[in-house]
């Protein structure tokens, strides 16, 4: 809202805010709810009574809802328009689409949890609970946020619909068969093709480092992502021999598989460590002067980050936004191999295995860094080989696209200070496959997280802070009054 906002848009707002402060306690009610029940989509647990949880949730907030099968688990899809119902709607109305997903990360080791994983439990203004940040609460405020707009007379001329999907956390393939048409057509869902804006509130807020009490700590802060970081997941084995052998019988002229593991995956490295030297591995790298000026002006905390840590120091000497946002990764995710149980054991190991994952940039393309990195791994040795597990694109949005603008000011107005502004999340989620809808190509993608910045999600103990939850709503809320007068 600008500062020579007619007064009756001001009263709107106090009414609008009041709605919410009045309504808080029946959506956190709600929001503990969908906590509790378990959907946990990699194993299948309780996902199809969560979705139709998640149905009768965004149908008691006023949205038209309801689930679309898939051949994995099903989606959730629901709209409101302000005046659904009456033929003269306008079809040419303002239209946010917006994405979340309803199952979460299994819990882990019970043990670690100080509460169970699926009894959200309030501690030090937060509720902790798998799936709190990510991402329950998150898609929750927008429908919340429509629920104040209606009881509070003032939902503006904007369509808005919902999709939340149930496989985000085990590769969306529900998503993208839906976007695909159901069964490989290529033409755009009807429900969704006329989006004018895709909004993803999920992931954590960027942190600042602030004073406190003489030491630095880090705080989140609001934050507006034009796209996000690409995923490849990948598992390589090396088998050498057919079986076990002993080392001193066999060990020098008989390869370990564990050794040449160890040394293929040195080889995609360069001398300094960090750089990745694997032929065509950086094609397609697309990082614009105007993303470089958003992480030259993301605050450097890299100094709190460490001590935070307790780290000894940084993989690369590089700034760390630039090193984090513009250059892809490749990570070593976990080894397996050899005699791992207590004491020695004197073994030739035949088998060995490496889980990676890789976390692209802009516009490199997952499947042709796969065929590198197996081309790569294939010169190295015949006894490798490298199989793919999981693919999210990256994708991007222009950072001067308009739209981006009322998200700003809807985030400034709620938080009462300016978003820093990031090229892309370091994260990697499945919004790319919306611009593989011939409708929404073009349509801008923009993350808007409302999550703390330490909500640790994947963790034991995940938290959503409720004043980000609160705001959250407040949030969706202005978002969606100030597409009105676009």
Not at 322 to 350: C, D, F, H, W
Not at 427 to 450: I, M, N
């Amino acid at each position: 809202m600008t500062e020579d906002a007619p007064a009756g848009a001001n009263q709107r707002d106090d009414t609008l805010a009041t709605t919410i402060d009045d309504r808080l306690d029946d959506y956190r009610e709600a929001l503990f709810e969908v906590l509790s029940q378990p959907s946990i989509s990699t194993t299948g647990k309780g996902m199809d009574a969560a979705g139709d949880l998640v149905v009768d949730t965004l149908s008691d907030q006023g949205l038209d809802a309801r689930r679309i099968a898939t051949d994995r688990h099903p989606l959730v899809y629901a709209e409101r328009g302000p005046a659904d119902g009456d033929e003269s709607t306008d079809d040419n109305l303002p239209t946010v689409l917006f994405y979340g997903h309803y199952d979460v990360q299994p819990p882990g080791d019970e043990d670690e949890w100080d509460s169970p994983a699926f009894e959200p439990t309030v501690r030090d203004g937060a509720v902790y609970a798998r799936g709190a940040g990510d991402n329950k609460g998150q898609f929750l405020a927008h429908a919340f946020a429509v629920d104040a707009l209606l009881a509070a007379d003032a939902f503006p001329d904007v369509r808005v619909k919902l999709l939340v999907e149930g496989g985000e956390e085990s590769g969306s393939a529900g998503l993208r068969e839906y976007l695909r048409g159901g069964r490989g057509e290529r033409g755009a869902p009807t429900e969704i093709a006329d989006a004018d804006l895709v909004y993803v509130a999920d992931g954590p807020q960027h942190a600042v480092v602030t004073e406190r009490d003489g030491e630095r700590v880090r705080e989140g802060t609001p934050t507006l992502i034009y796209g996000n970081r690409g995923i490849l997941s990948a598992e390589l084995e090396c088998r050498t021999a057919n079986t076990d052998l002993h080392s001193g019988n066999f060990g020098g002229p008989v390869p370990a598989a564990t050794n040449e593991l160890v040394a293929a995956l040195d080889s995609v490295r360069g001398e300094d460590g960090d750089e990745i030297v694997v032929d065509g591995f950086h094609d397609g790298t697309n990082v614009t002067d105007a993303d470089r000026e958003l992480v030259a002006a993301i605050p450097d905390d890299s100094a709190a980050i460490a001590e935070e840590l307790a780290l000894s120091g940084f993989a690369s000497d590089d700034p760390y936004y630039e090193r984090l946002l513009t250059r892809p990764t490749l990570t070593i995710n976990g080894l397996s191999g050899g005699y791992q149980a207590e004491g020695m054991k004197t073994v030739l190991p035949a088998t060995a295995s490496a889980k990676i994952d890789c976390r692209l940039v802009p516009d490199q393309d997952p499947d042709a860094v796969f065929e590198a990195l197996r081309d790569h791994f294939a010169a190295v040795s015949p006894d490798l080989e490298l199989t793919k597990r999981s693919t999210f694109p990256p994708m991007k949005t222009p950072v001067d696209t308009p739209l981006a603008e009322p998200v700003a000011g809807a985030l400034e107005a709620v938080w009462g200070t300016e978003p820093v502004e990031l090229p892309v999340l370091g994260g990697s989620l499945p919004a790319a496959h919306f611009r593989e809808v011939p409708s929404l190509a073009d349509v801008p993608v923009l993350v808007v997280p409302y999550a703390n910045h330490d909500q640790g999600n994947h963790s034991p103990n995940e938290h959503l802070d409720l004043r980000c939850f609160e705001n959250g709503i407040r949030t969706s809320a202005r978002v969606i009054r100030a597409l009105a007068s676009r």
